[in-house]
């Protein structure tokens, strides 16, 4: 099941934020980052988050909110993050189906993700394969914590 976040779900998100936020492997989100600053930056305003659980059990998380302001508003953009237990069970494909559906309906024309890792390559699969296209390539945008410098993607779906 997939639905919105409200605010009795944010222990929830934070759970699931946490450890990717920590590893410091996919977001450029300090690491260090606290509670409420991870909080404040899923949820904040012009975002909808939403939460996927499988029988009651927190298993992602995802926001989309417009890519741009003003004349760039057609195309939005997201964020996922599945728990550490749901990886490779489907759940970020069907976040991604969510936010696609939700995307169409709220008339989006595209949706863009600004900053890929290229290390990332469970995202990049998942995305490849429901049709976005790597459009842009920022070398060496990333600190890696264990890689060092490296690429970060764009990529893009005509909706």
Request: with cysteine; charged share 20%; glycine share 10%.
């Amino acid at each position: 099941m997939i639905r919105p976040v409200g605010s009795q779900d944010f222990e929830n998100v934070w759970i699931i934020l946490k450890p990717s936020f920590r590893a410091g492997d996919t977001y450029t989100i300090d690491p260090n980052v606290s509670q409420s600053e991870a909080l404040d930056y899923w949820v904040s305003s012009g975002k909808t988050a939403f939460l996927a659980d499988v029988s009651g059990v927190p298993m992602g998380t995802y926001y989309i909110s417009p890519n741009q302001a003003g004349h760039g508003d057609h195309v939005c953009n997201c964020g996922f993050v599945t728990a550490p237990q749901a990886r490779g069970q489907g759940i970020a494909r069907a976040m991604l189906e969510h936010a696609l559906e939700t995307a169409r309906e709220a008339g989006y024309f595209s949706m863009q993700f600004n900053f890929v890792v290229e290390t990332n390559t469970r995202a990049i699969d998942i995305w490849t394969r429901a049709g976005f296209e790597v459009i842009g390539r920022l070398p060496k945008a990333f600190r890696h914590p264990r890689g060092g410098n490296i690429d970060a993607l764009i990529m893009y779906k005509i909706l």
